[in-house]
């Protein structure tokens, strides 16, 4: 299929989108698609094209044809197509369509083109006759034949130039001109002869334009006037009845330019309206397909990431499900394996060694089972931890000393520096430590013998910065990037060791994303890596934070009914805590819900169509609505319509409540509104 | 002799399980789905129970919640020491062991894959508190 390069670009890409919707739809025929129609006003014409695919070998017919607008795709013909370029001008009448090759000239040309003939034929036989059809002087000669010839050439003329009243008015001043010279040098001048020139004027008041047809009639009305004073006289001239006649043709050439004029105008008028009305008329169809299309779109979309989200669900449980299956045999093996241990001393020095191996084996499977489990609960966003006020020593040392064996046996320098005087932080010290043994076994293994870890904590503006550097292989930076999604292993896995289930980083980094901040990496490559985070301070502030967190966190991945818990406690009711406005809190929370918001979970706040959403707020002077909102339109991008309802304080029971009884008040308390329509059972899953 | 009953629907973990009991000395009787359990609960009177949780028939949980009803209804003398043993390891969601565990009444949950000391230790702490 050819486009012609020089159309506009829009123009090319309507039609290979119609191309490739035909190649979409595999067998589904068309009689003819139909570009859109570009459309050019002239000054006095219209010129329209458009392209229309067509089944090759022309066997149908573009019955379907859509003139104006979208592409409309109809249903017969085969698999091959040929563009077939259309073009058509409408005259000046805006009425007249007519496809190219036929007569270049609209009715009144033709008749102009034919009179002004037959005043060259009349003027020259005037001439002729003079001369007895013999003796004609050849400059006499000469000036007839240009005026037939120019007549001939008109054919050869471009239209435009051929309609523009300009051309008209000085066509008609010429052809006076000559003539009128024509006459008295072969003095058979004769006053009469001057009417043809008014007939003249009344064609070329067909061009309908008043200023054209108005100077025509006074150049004429000149010419006339001087002629008759050259050849008779000045007496005679002026006692001539002549001259009575100019003024009268004058005024009657006149009138009638200024109706035509008129009507020219109205219907002008009248095609721009039609005009616009079609083209309104294309734009809306437009509309209505982009409509349409974005419809579809929208829907298409909703259903893949409904799907994703089943996959992902799947995948969850499947995992889980494995484990599970995975663990009973493994039990078997290890209670086995256990009940040979006491009679070890019995054994000889290698199948010692064998049972040692096979023990190690089970623990390190026992572990890889164990990280599977532990992704496949965060993923299911069921992560929890247990906040403490804490040292940032509690979870460092134990997992330093953990591994510091290890790191021996491989030939690296283990190095801690803590700063003096840190402040407590506010974090769950077990998954810390797991988050550290993580990093430094992952250290351990990407850096040679000789090399050095850096196990690092300091305070910074924002809390206190934990850190893990060492002088490993490095990261390329696409590899920095994808590190912390789950099953990523940086290299090539093939050509690499396997270097266990890539589960450790996306663990540690949903961890520590649980404690509100990010684990980060600046890495290069054969020069070492530093994976580092910050752990706000144990404030009063820091652990409503968390708090606040906790609910964000449960709200964003439960799986079948979302709620947000928002309390702003009251500096009155003794519990301390945030002294900032509603507004402040209500900045913070929504500044908090991005920066918890896993990674991992886009897809489940991305699907908020059906799904209600429930404010539970014990303060009081805050806008549930207005929350979840804002939130939604930071989170998605727009002000979707998600059910809110808001629950008051006397719903909500004091502290040491579960999530389920959580749930369970929220449900109790949007019951009234359970006509909800969109069908969803909330416990139904 | 204290009377155990182990219940389990992997032939091979029960068997590990019960050597590693016999060999402690205890009297060890097996099960393999939860009606029967129940039964032989019934019938036996055993002085502590080792539950798998996912058997065939009525998982441990409701088992277990079975034999606290019969108990609270007077059926038994005293009350029965249970031990659950799952795959399903919850220990990182507490929440929900904690309604699994209050469901059940059971006493006590180990883990699988698990040490057998840990379960024999269990065990000898339970049967002297009785």
Redo the contacts between chains.
């Keep these: 299929m050819m486009v012609p390069a020089d159309r506009e670009p829009a123009l090319q890409q309507s039609i290979s989108m119609a191309w490739r919707d035909l190649r979409l739809r595999g067998g589904a025929d068309v009689d003819a698609i139909v570009s859109p129609v570009p459309t050019h006003v002239g000054d006095n014409a219209t010129t329209s094209w458009w392209q229309e695919l067509r089944p090759r070998g022309g066997q149908g017919s573009a019955a379907r044809v859509e003139r104006r607008g979208h592409l409309e795709l109809g249903d017969r013909g085969d698999a091959g197509y040929d563009v077939v370029e259309r073009t058509c001008r409408m005259d000046e009448f805006g009425e007249t369509v007519r496809p190219p090759g036929e007569s270049r000239f609209s009715f009144r040309l033709r008749a102009f083109i034919l009179l002004r003939l037959t005043l060259i034929v009349a003027a020259s036989y005037l001439v002729l006759a003079q001369y007895e059809f013999v003796m004609v002087p050849s400059g006499q000669a000469g000036i007839i034949f240009l005026g037939l010839a120019s007549n001939v050439l008109f054919w050869l003329l471009p239209r435009p130039v051929l309609t523009s009243p300009r051309f008209l008015a000085s066509l008609v001043v010429a052809d006076t001109l000559w003539v009128a010279i024509l006459l008295v040098v072969s003095g058979r001048f004769n006053p009469e002869f001057f009417y043809l020139f008014f007939f003249v004027v009344l064609l070329a008041a067909i061009g309908e334009n008043l200023v054209v047809i108005l100077l025509g009639t006074i150049v004429v009305s000149i010419a006339y006037f001087l002629v008759v004073f050259v050849t008779m006289g000045r007496a005679e001239a002026l006692a001539s009845s002549t001259l009575i006649r100019i003024p009268f043709l004058l005024a009657a050439a006149g009138f009638y330019g200024y109706l035509v004029d008129r009507i020219r105008r109205e219907r002008q008028k009248a095609a721009a309206e039609l005009l616009m009305v079609e083209n309104l008329r294309s734009q809306q169809r437009q509309l209505e397909e982009v409509n349409r299309r974005l419809t579809q779109e929208i829907r298409d979309r909703q259903r893949i990431e409904e799907e994703l989200k089943r996959a992902s669900d799947m995948k969850s449980v499947f995992v889980s499900t494995v484990s599970?299956e995975f663990?009973?045999?493994?039990?078997?093996i290890?209670?086995?394996v256990?009940?040979l241990a006491p009679r070890i001393e019995a054994l000889g020095e290698s199948e010692r060694r064998f049972l040692t191996i096979t023990r190690r084996n089970?623990d390190r499977l026992?572990f890889i089972i164990?990280d599977l489990?532990?992704i496949s609960?965060i993923e299911a966003g069921?992560?929890?931890c247990d906040f403490e006020e804490i040292t940032v020593e509690s979870f460092i040392e134990p997992a330093v000393s953990s591994i510091e064996s290890q790191a021996n046996e491989s030939g690296l320098t283990l190095e801690v520096q803590i700063d003096h005087d840190l402040p407590l932080v506010w974090a769950d010290s077990k998954r810390l430590e797991q988050v550290m043994a993580n990093l430094l076994s992952n250290a351990i293994k990407f850096t040679p013998t000789g090399g050095k870890i850096v196990v690092g904590a300091g305070r910074t503006a924002a809390g206190v910065e934990i850190s893990v550097t060492d002088t490993g292989i490095g990261l390329s930076p696409e590899d920095s990037e994808k590190i912390f999604e789950p099953f990523y292993q940086a290299g090539d896995p093939l050509t690499d060791r396997s270097r266990g289930t890539g589960l450790g980083l996306a663990i540690s980094w949903s961890i520590v994303a649980a404690h509100g901040c990010e684990l980060k990496v600046s890495s290069e490559l054969r020069r070492g890596s530093r994976f580092f985070f910050t752990l706000g301070m144990a404030s009063e502030r820091t652990r409503e934070a968390t708090h606040l967190e906790e609910a964000i966190r449960r709200f964003v991945t439960f799986p079948f009914f979302s709620f947000l818990l928002v309390e702003q406690r009251d500096e009155g009711n003794g519990r301390g805590a945030a002294a900032a406005s509603p507004s402040e809190f209500l900045d913070a929370v929504c500044e908090r819900i991005e920066a918890v918001l896993p990674r991992s979970n886009d897809h489940i706040i991305r699907q908020p169509a059906s799904r209600r959403v429930v404010i539970v707020l014990l303060g009081t002077g805050l806008d549930g609505g207005r929350i979840v909102r804002r939130y939604l339109a930071e989170a998605l991008g727009t002000d979707p319509a998600v059910p809110v309802t808001v629950c008051g304080p006397s719903v909500f029971p004091e502290d040491g409540h579960?999530?389920?009884q959580l749930i369970h008040a929220a449900m109790t308390a949007c019951a009234d509104e359970k006509e909800d329509s969109d069908g969803e059972d909330p416990r139904g899953r | 002799m204290a009377k155990i009953l182990v219940v389990d629907d992997e032939a091979d973990v029960l068997e590990t399980v019960r050597y590693k009991l016999e060999q402690e000395g205890y009297e060890v009787q097996t099960a393999t789905d939860g009606f029967q359990a129940l039964g032989m609960v019934r019938a036996q009177q055993p002085d502590i129970l080792v539950l798998d949780v996912m058997l065939p028939g009525e998982n441990g949980y409701r088992v277990a919640h079975y034999i606290r009803e019969d108990e609270s209804a007077g059926v038994y003398p005293r009350r029965m020491p249970i031990v659950l043993l799952t795959a399903r390891d919850l220990s990182a969601e507490p929440e929900r062991e904690k309604m699994f565990m209050e469901f059940s009444g059971a006493d006590h949950v180990i883990y699988k894959p698990f040490e057998l000391d840990e379960l024999v230790s269990w065990i000898g702490r339970n049967l002297s508190s009785t």
């Design positions: 599970h663990k009973t045999p493994l039990t078997a290890k209670n086995a256990d009940l089970i026992a164990g489990l532990e609960r069921r992560i929890r579960t999530g389920f």
